[in-house]
Structures are given as structure tokens and as C-alpha cells.
């Protein structure tokens, strides 16, 4: 639901990939909303250009992107409007991506190392080893 | 032009009314300026913040307050 004249509107974004990672993206990303002060909304609108998707980033307090894998889609989309989220890539939490079978247990997992990590919030801060991380098995 | 103007009714939703009500009486522009308080329709728009501005479908902001000089560019500029 949207936030009504809110103070600190914090909007969390999944990435939307099509392997193992990506789908534990997504599900990681609802796990939080549902226990976290969290939206989520879609990145599918920013990436769309719609205006309503758009302007609600850029007036929230925080965007928190969930990404898959060092590819960063949902991070690099709210990047092309300007806005700088907090990144989190789950293959820099322990997934291999492509070896990674979807679980309640895994998406548990990622929760728990989300809420204790400390999300990046820019380029600078990550190590750039370049392609998806998956090694060919995407 | 049609303005939209959406939230709940919260203090910031009044002001940021009043303020674009300002901006259309000092400038003459010739605007529908509607209220839309219901929640269905502000997600509508893909809104997940409020105060929000829509001029002619458009969301202009949402979720902080602009200044009176923003809204009026934004309603006489083309």
C-alpha cells in the first residue's frame, strides 16, 4: 500500500532474472516487505519510465535493490534515473548462481544475511570481477 | 490541464493543495484541479508515497513537497 505523507518511506526493488538467484531475489524481497518496514514496488515501472514508479523513488527515503547476481540489474536501473540504492547481491552473500536451488531455507538464509549486512551503496565499494558470476551455467 | 493532487488528507496534502491553488489563481492558467484521496487510485499511478502532483496524467513528484516555483514551471512551461 502506499505511504500517506510519510517520513521515512523505505522502497524495496527486486531484480526480475530468470535463473535460481534471480528467482530467490524476488522472493527474498517479499520475505522482507512482509517483516520489515519495507515497500516493494516494481522495477519493471522504473525501467517502463512510468512517471507514478519514477517520481516514488525519487522522493523515498531509501531504495533498497535486491539483486541476483553482479549483473546489478535492479540496482542499475534505479542508477539510470539518478537514484543510488542500497545494493544487495546475493552472490556476494554465498549463492552460486545457477547452482542454487529456490527454498524456504535459502531465502531464509539471505533474510538473515540481509538484516546483518551492510548494503552498498556504491560501485566504489564492491569489487568488480565483471560477468554474471555463474561461471556458464546460466 | 487537469491537476491531480493525491493523499489521504494529511497535513502535507492540504498544504501541497494549497499551494498549487496559489500557483494556478496567480498565474491564470486554466486547470481542473481535482483531489484524489482514494487509496486504489493513487496506487494507480504507480504512487507509493503521498503527497503526490499529476498534471495531465503526468506524476510530477511524490512523496516530498515542491516549491512554488516548481509547480509553476510546471504548469506554464511546455
Known amino acids: 500500500m502506499a505511504e500517506c505523507c510519510g517520513s521515512g518511506t523505505k522502497l524495496i526493488y527486486a531484480c526480475s532474472g530468470a535463473a535460481d538467484v534471480g528467482e530467490i531475489a524476488d522472493r527474498v524481497t517479499r520475505k522482507l516487505r512482509k ?17 507514478g514508479y519514477v517520481q516514488s523513488a525519487k522522493g523515498a527515503d ?20 539518478g537514484v543510488t540504492p542500497t545494493s544487495y547481491i546475493l552472490t556476494d552473500l554465498g549463492l ?18 540481509i538484516k546483518k549486512a551492510k548494503g552498498s ?11 554474471c558470476g555463474c561461471g556458464g551455467k546460466c | 490541464m487537469k491537476i491531480e493532487i493525491l493523499g489521504v488528507g494529511c497535513a502535507k496534502c492540504h498544504k501541497l493543495e494549497e499551494i498549487v491553488r496559489a500557483v494556478v489563481g496567480d498565474t491564470g492558467v486554466s486547470a481542473e484541479i481535482i483531489k484524489v484521496e482514494d487509496i486504489k487510485k493513487i496506487m494507480g499511478y504507480g504512487v507509493m508515497t503521498t503527497p503526490a502532483l499529476v498534471i495531465d496524467g ?21
Open chain 1, 62 to 81: 531509501e531504495n533498497i535493490t535486491i539483486d541476483g547476481c553482479p549483473v546489478a540489474c535492479a540496482r542499475k536501473t534505479l542508477e539510470r534515473i
Open chain 2, 58 to 78: 503526468e506524476v510530477r513528484i511524490a512523496g516530498k513537497m515542491p516549491t512554488t516555483d516548481q509547480v509553476k514551471s510546471w504548469l506554464t512551461v511546455k
Open chain 1, 121 to 131: 551503496k556504491t560501485v566504489q565499494e564492491r569489487t568488480i570481477t565483471g560477468g
Open chain 1, 35 to 51: 517483516e520489515g518496514d519495507f515497500l516493494m514496488t516494481c522495477l519493471a515501472g522504473i525501467g517502463a519510465g512510468l512517471s
Open chain 1, 96 to 113: 552460486v548462481k545457477g547452482e542454487s536451488p529456490v527454498s524456504e531455507k535459502i531465502v531464509d538464509l539471505m533474510c538473515e544475511k
